[in-house]
């Protein structure tokens, strides 16, 4: 069996959630436990995302979400 390249087979094509960029977001609150999401502040309004791929969490933390997935951190809080 060889396979292919299925010429109908689009490779332009995106994430509909996010065109595959990672979006900025603002933790709000962290979640109580690990099976919790996280709040977080989008420019876009708030929604919640999961954390666990990128470790705890604080308020004030920059993390990268896509499809509702922190994904990385932007940035580390600072200190108070």
């Given at each position: 069996?060889?396979l292919?390249?299925?010429?109908?087979?689009?490779?332009?094509?995106?994430?509909?959630t996010?065109?595959d960029q990672a979006?900025?977001?603002?933790v709000?609150?962290?979640p109580?436990?690990?099976?919790?999401?996280?709040?977080?502040?989008?420019a876009?309004?708030?929604e919640?995302?999961d954390v666990?791929?990128?470790?705890?969490?604080?308020?004030?933390?920059l993390?990268?979400?896509?499809?509702g997935?922190?994904?990385?951190?932007?940035?580390?809080?600072?200190p108070?």
């Open positions: 069996m060889t292919a390249p299925d010429p109908s087979r689009r490779h332009d094509e995106v994430c509909i996010c065109s979006i900025v977001a603002e709000l609150q962290p109580a436990t690990a099976w919790e999401e996280a709040l977080v502040q989008t876009d309004g708030t919640a995302v666990s791929l990128v470790g705890p969490v604080q308020v004030g933390d993390v990268l979400i896509h499809a997935t922190a994904i990385g951190r932007a940035s580390e809080r600072g108070a």
